[in-house]
């Protein structure tokens, strides 16, 4: 029996949202918003293959945890949606850069077998959690700060994905029977990944004026970020740091050397043929998100919702 709980949240976004919902790490809030329109597209990719495999899938339990997998992310998919609405009524031509994130994921579909498409979803899966767990364990500095209404879209998101951080690759193994085909892939996955991020960024820069974003494609490319968390970590004066270019806070700066050093470990480990995510490191936050979950708090306004009347929502 599956352990994955589907949690009807209705998050709700308006003409003030912001886009820069994190003035005070500018960077991280550029990069989140490019995660929300990737989260769109992917979890449609994510519901359409995974319903694509059900059926071929023998043992109960698997398919039954594929069904949870494929209605978390159906609900994620669905807030983000709104989330990404409430931009683009702010930004009209950002709806561009939305439509052509789908499309990339469509093309996907229709050019690539059922099994590379499952293998892509437990490839970047598998990445969630020690990535998750970095921001996780700073939710103090990269969420809390910032717009309530979208850091508490995000906490609900990634604690999700570390909740099922087994699920898709469960699926691929129910379905594909060999865990070295996922390891093949993993460098065209990737490649994909990083060029959808790519173009999300420069959707940002052409449709998105600077003053509301604050940070730069060049800031919050994977280029920029490794430079940025180099030259953040290096002892160096901070008069060397601006002359390089590189402003304060780095897209990771809460966390320490070894935490960073220790992510990187862990994505390198998560792509090999017998990754298990369930011996991964958690985030201590997701048990305290979960618990307050189970008290019937309003999880749309996290840090200053009350427990509901009525229950959860």
Not at 15 to 35: D, R, V, Y
Not at 189 to 211: C, K, N, S
Not at 251 to 256: H, V
């Amino acid at each position: 029996m599956t352990d994955l709980h589907i949690r009807k949240i209705d998050f709700r976004f308006d003409e003030t949202t912001p886009f820069q919902w994190l003035p005070s790490h500018p960077k991280f809030g550029l990069m989140a918003n490019a995660i929300s329109i990737m989260a769109i597209a992917f979890e449609k990719f994510i519901v359409t293959n995974t319903r694509a495999a059900i059926p071929l899938i023998k043992d109960p339990a698997a398919a039954e945890e594929a069904e949870a997998f494929l209605r978390q992310e159906a609900q994620h998919a669905n807030n983000h949606r709104k989330h990404v609405a409430a931009l683009v009524r702010q930004y009209p031509a950002l709806q561009q850069t939305v439509d052509a994130a789908h499309a990339s994921f469509d093309r996907l579909i229709e050019t690539k077998s059922l099994a590379y498409c499952l293998a892509y979803t437990a490839d970047l899966e598998s990445t969630f959690t020690p990535i998750f767990k970095v921001m996780l364990d700073h939710e103090d500095v990269l969420f809390h700060p910032g717009d309530e209404r979208v850091a508490s879209l995000f906490l609900w998101h990634f604690v999700e994905e570390v909740e099922h951080r087994s699920s898709a690759l469960i699926v691929c193994d129910a379905v594909v029977r060999n865990r070295y085909f996922r390891t093949r892939c993993t460098r065209s996955v990737f490649r994909h990944v990083m060029q959808l991020y790519r173009d999300i960024l420069t959707g940002f820069e052409e449709h998105v004026p600077e003053a509301d974003r604050r940070a730069e494609y060049r800031n919050v490319s994977p280029d920029g970020v490794r430079r940025e968390e180099l030259l953040a970590r290096l002892p160096l004066r901070e008069s060397w740091r601006t002359r390089l270019g590189m402003f304060p806070p780095a897209t990771f700066a809460p966390a320490s050397n070894w935490e960073m050093l220790i992510l990187v470990y862990r994505l390198l480990l998560s792509q090999v043929p017998h990754h298990r995510p369930s011996r991964e490191p958690l985030p201590r936050f997701a048990d305290t998100w979960f618990t307050r979950w189970e008290a019937g708090y309003d999880m749309t306004h996290y840090y200053s919702g009350a427990k509901l009347p009525g229950g959860r929502l």
